[in-house]
């Protein structure tokens, strides 16, 4: 029975360490990556600092090339997580809002928007590469 008992604190220090590592997994794990879409009002209240923007529509022919990309992308990088605006979801002020916000003018466009505020863009050039070079300049 002695013999027993000098297992406990083994078993216990084992157990200890299984549940650090649970907890820590799951918070890691738990981080959202990929496209997270927004809605309007999400967007006023986000903290979009050090993130990235696609402002995009679903029903644009130049965006469905570009989402090709960004899944390229997405697909190498897990880590990575990419707001997403639907233009064609919003009412006109709202547009109009965000256009003004970002200085939009075509869509798709994907920003960084830094820790200042301030937004760097990259416009049209689809390719996985192109999107993947300004993924990586940025991302931190």
């Avoid at 794990?29 to 679903?58: H, N, P, R, Y």
């Avoid at 064609?88 to 916000?101: G, Q």
């Amino acid at each position: 029975m002695e013999r027993w008992k000098k297992g406990i604190p083994v078993l216990l220090a084992v157990c200890g360490w299984a549940l650090v590592l649970i907890v820590i997994g799951r918070a890691a794990f738990g981080k959202q990556t990929g496209i997270m879409e927004l809605t309007f009002a999400q967007w006023k209240t986000k903290d979009l600092s050090d993130s990235f923007l696609l402002i995009s529509k679903d029903d644009c022919p130049h965006c469905g090339s570009f989402y090709k990309g960004l899944d390229e992308v997405l697909e190498k990088d897990r880590s990575l997580l990419v707001f997403y605006l639907d233009m064609s979801a919003l009412t006109k002020a709202e547009k109009e809002e965000i256009a003004a916000t970002y200085v939009i003018e075509r869509v798709p466009t994907l920003l960084y928007i830094s820790k200042d505020d301030e937004s760097v863009r990259l416009n049209w050039d689809r390719s996985p590469e192109s999107i993947r070079r300004f993924v990586k300049r940025y991302q931190t």
